[in-house]
């Protein structure tokens, strides 16, 4: 009887268990999804506010004439969208072998008390804020430019430039790129290593010859995902890029990237037709760009893990 | 000698140039920030608000900035919390390891992590007007918040994912269920739960895109949801654009005190990965 009555109540209360893990499941997989469709969301949303402009003018006309006077209902984006792509570049182009050699240093040639530095060093680069490498660049960067590099090459360059902003924006994209490096090495198997260096090649042609050649998909991959990040910083390169709405002529003329463009305009956005949805079409090539060009990176590095495991 | 032995030199130098340079970069980093924001800082710039006048170069301090930023950053953060434990818990411990689903809500985090604060911003700042809402202490709390849940869910998840199956097994064949189970999970990635919240705390702290055109500027402390909030990102931004020196002082103390929270963060992190870390770099 006694044994029936405790049957009777572990049963209950195992339902009631068994309901709580059923629950609690449904509760996170709306979080998993709402959080998920939040992506979709933010897309929709800029094509939806983007498309009044875009019924009124052909995108074409949009990306690839340069005279942008929005109280005349001029709108060409090709000086934003040269001004990102010079700075992203030319970010790219130095810290790419700086971090190359870097991670290569790291994983290949160090010993384990070197990281014990380096690593926390490019904690504090991926760490500080994007505003205090504003600061550094007005500080540091505009004076070193305008005094002493420029001189050289124009007769006057205020320091705020293009040349400016690609070297702030590459030092904030060094440490990304560095620890995209050094866990690809690092998952290159040690045997391919000693293979190589029992055949009698050294160090640095082991380097070139097997690690490089094994990882280069994934260097593609991280350089894609390091471009992709690197457009969208905003307020550093904001405070050194000069602000200046043209088709840079050289390193040393001020440009307007994209980003600089919403920062820059959202409070007056909204006194003028079309203006807010020309910018939100500005934070549309944005999404779009670093959205194709994020899962592109991160299915070619997800394959390569897998195939180097 | 063999030209590649020379070849050999040459590269060591070069890689060792190479990893100078990056700590040149972070010691001149620091040096300019330190160096300009000492000099500027004051107790008044910690305990006072702006006063009048404050903006041509007359007394006051930064208090409205550093309690916006605290504000938005600790409301942020706990509901950060609160959305990306139970998503991690699903991924890792409601779906199977391989899971298709799984792979494909890890992809759509990893591209929202991706997505420039700008965008979220200016996505927020759309949404608010149709709304009918202003800049609002609301309103940046909410954009941060979403700025910082691909953070947690990534690094936590990255942590979960190491769980041995055999450990969630053990649990399962004591009889308890795999919402149970959570109890001996979330000891176990107690760390990785500490370090995702120190690298989000830093990231929101910093970020001065989003709430440029979510939160607004006040020079007063927001009383309600409702009202603007400052924070010390937009602080150093709006007063290195005043002409008067001064008041760009007062942009390198808030770049001051915003980078010491950043060195205190990433130390926290360090000692936290070392203490629970079995296998150390």
């Known amino acids: 009887m006694r044994s029936a009555e405790t049957y009777e109540i572990s049963r209950k209360t195992s339902v009631v268990r068994l309901l709580k893990d059923k629950m609690a499941g449904s509760v996170m997989f709306a979080f998993t999804m709402i959080s998920v469709l939040l992506l979709i969301l933010i897309g929709f949303g800029l094509v939806i506010k983007s498309m009044p402009i875009l019924e009124e003018k052909s995108l074409w006309e949009l990306l690839c004439t340069s005279k942008w006077k929005p109280m005349r209902g001029d709108f060409g984006f090709l000086p934003f969208i040269m001004g990102t792509l010079w700075v992203t570049g030319i970010a790219i182009i130095w810290t790419l072998p700086v971090s190359l050699f870097t991670a290569v240093f790291l994983t290949e040639n160090s010993r384990s008390w070197v990281k014990k530095v380096v690593f926390p060093a490019l904690d504090i680069l991926a760490g500080l804020p994007s505003v205090v490498y504003g600061v550094w660049g007005i500080l540091v960067v505009v004076p070193w430019i305008s005094d002493r590099l420029a001189p050289h090459f124009v007769e006057y360059s205020t320091g705020y430039s293009t040349l400016t902003a690609g070297i702030v924006l590459g030092i904030m994209v060094l440490p990304l790129l560095i620890s995209l490096f050094v866990e690809l090495f690092s998952s290159v198997p040690q045997e391919f290593r000693d293979a190589s260096l029992s055949l009698g090649a050294t160090r640095w042609q082991t380097t070139k010859y097997v690690l490089l050649k094994k990882t280069f998909p994934g260097i593609v991959a991280s350089v894609t995902l390091a471009i992709s990040r690197a457009m969208g910083e905003t307020i550093a390169v904001l405070m050194v890029c000069g602000n200046i709405v043209q088709l840079p002529a050289s390193l040393f003329d001020g440009c307007y990237p994209l980003p600089a463009l919403l920062a820059n305009n959202y409070g007056e956005m909204l006194s003028l037709p079309l203006y807010e949805s020309a910018l939100m079409l500005a934070a549309l090539i944005l999404f779009v760009v670093v959205f194709v060009f994020n899962i592109g990176s991160r299915l070619l590095l997800r394959k390569i893990e897998r195939s180097l495991t | ?281």
Do not use: H
Request: hydrophobic letters at 50%; charged letters at 15%; a positive charge.
């Open chain 2, 1 to 281: 000698m063999k030209l590649k032995f020379i070849e050999e030199k040459l590269m060591k130098g070069v890689m060792l140039l190479t990893t100078l340079l990056v700590f040149l970069f972070v010691g001149s980093i620091l040096y300019t920030i330190v160096r300009n924001g000492w000099a500027a800082m004051s107790w008044e710039m910690i305990s006072s608000l702006p006063g009048g006048g404050f903006y041509i170069g007359k007394e006051g301090g930064l208090l409205n900035a550093i309690v916006g930023s605290l504000y938005i950053v600790g409301a942020s953060t706990v509901l950060g919390l609160a959305v990306s434990i139970p998503v991690v818990f699903y991924l890792n411990v409601y779906l199977k390891k391989n899971s298709k689903r799984a792979a494909w809500a890890r992809l759509a985090y990893d591209v929202l992590f991706g997505i420039p604060s700008i965008v979220y911003g200016a996505f927020a700042f759309t949404i608010m007007i149709s709304l009918g809402l202003k800049t609002s202490l609301g309103g940046g709390i909410i954009v941060i918040t979403l700025l910082i849940i691909p953070i947690f869910i990534r690094t936590m998840d990255e942590i979960a994912r190491e769980l041995p199956q055999d450990m969630l097994n053990a649990s399962y064949s004591l009889g308890s269920t795999r919402f149970e189970t959570i109890k001996v999970v979330i000891r176990q990635i107690a760390p990785g739960i500490a370090t995702a919240t120190l690298l989000s705390i830093g990231r929101a702290i910093g970020d001065a895109a989003a709430v440029l055109f979510t939160a607004g500027y006040t020079d007063s402390i927001p009383t309600s949801l409702g009202q603007p909030a400052a924070t010390l990102p937009l602080a150093v931004f709006f007063q290195l654009s005043s002409p008067i020196p001064e008041v760009q002082e007062r942009a390198y103390a808030a770049a001051l005190m915003l980078t010491v929270i950043v060195l205190v963060l990433s130390l926290l992190g360090r000692i936290i990965t070392n203490r629970f870390s079995k296998n150390k770099i």
